[in-house]
């Protein structure tokens, strides 16, 4: 898969594509052994779904809106945050790599669900089932809170460049410098994270989140985004303290703080154990 | 002493490589729309460089200078979907799809084709290899059976009403069919889906005027031509 000569640039940047077009194929289709196990550092909470080799007795009937993700922060986080950030209650499916480090327990359920794209993360909530993690975000918004998808709309204009902008930099750029980590694809993350980072920063200015003063569902997606970045690379902020202030902020939001205090709470890992540089 | 500034209405300027690539989408929705607007078209040097956008990126003012940009009055926007979804906003808003279902739709839908457009095939045309080749040709098949049958026999992506998101398919269904003539053969909703956009008289007109940029669809530094 890697290929032994120096890479160009754009050789550089497909090579991420391969790997994650490797991981999007897992990622995208079903069946058994959906078992999740509680997390390492957190005690037995009944609202994450233990699967028993069953696919999902999620019920129309059911209440509480059920998030599917890996038992990763990966994609999957922005999508807790803002659930805990609308005082929802809700309920996760962690799905855990095979010890053979396939994606297994995940195709077991993907055909069962009755996803029209099944992927991962998933949100059930009443008889809505919906794919592609910022569609998740701004179904919640529009559903539970509107103006996070931003009060005008200048501000809905802002809010989709930054998501699309911030998307190529995670989903193509880091993801793939960690899933198929060498050192020519960790630096080139870093050069353009830089660079790109640097965009968001300039265009902040000292607003409070990314759009302006008041918070929106990209905020969600932009602090997991630099979060994961951190771990990376620890100094990738220094040069940008509006986006490290962005960070802190959205850490002492009351329903955020208290979700990271809580046993719910899923610190980490970032990544799948199959990533190469695992975060 | 009074003045009266003359406000001037200029034309929208589109700027891309000229090729189809990412703007297309939006050229037709510019077309749909019956905007008038300007195609600034940026060409490669003779040595395949980038640095005529280069030089004029310097000077564009934008947040997230990138291609394509859309420069419409005071409004610089970036991101190929941004700028769809800012036309439709700005000029039909109807195009944003109406009622909470339609619009959880469309964001699925728009999600879910980016990833198969850019990270799957657009990424393969630009570091062609076979083996890439072969993958692609695994998920694509896939990929399309999910798109088909969300469709169903709606007319368009969130039912019976055009929005932003047809666009984006379109363009998408059209480069994949360059690629490859029989990747929709089993899903004749989705080759209807295609000569439906086409007759809307608007897009009819514009396929069919000289304005029009038919090919290519992608960059001549991209490992595999097309």
Redesign the interface.
Known sequence: ?FNPLPLKK??V???C??I???Y??YC??ATEETCTKPLGNSVEDPSLIKGDCQSSGHTMADSKPLLGYWNIRGLGQTVRFLLAYLDVDFEEKRYELTPELTYDNWYADKEKLGL????LPYLFDGP?K??????IL??LS??RKPELLGKA?EI??KI??????LYDLY??EFAGAVYGYTDELAKAFKETAAVRLG?LS??MKENEWITGNDITYVDFFLYECLYQFKKFDANCLDKFPNLAGLITRFENLPEIKKYIGSPKFLQGPITLASAAHPL | MATSPIVQKLKPILGYWKIRGLAHPVRFLLAYLEVDFEDKYYELTPELTKDYWFEDRKKLNLEFPNLPYLIDGDFKVTESRAILKYLARTRKPDLLGNGLEVQTRLDTVENFVYDLWIINFVEMLYGYTEERHQKYKELEPLKLAYLSSFMKDNSWVSGNNITYVDFLVYEILYQLTIFDPNCLDKFNNLKEFMKRFESLPAINRYINSKDFLNAPLYSKTAIYKI
């Open positions: 898969m754009y050789q940047s497909t090579t594509i391969l994650i077009l490797n999007l194929l995208s289709s029209d794209f099944p992927n809505e919906i794919t592609e993690t910022r569609a701004k179904y529009r559903t709309a809905a204009t989709d460049m930054v998501d699309n902008f989903y193509i965009r300039t265009f």
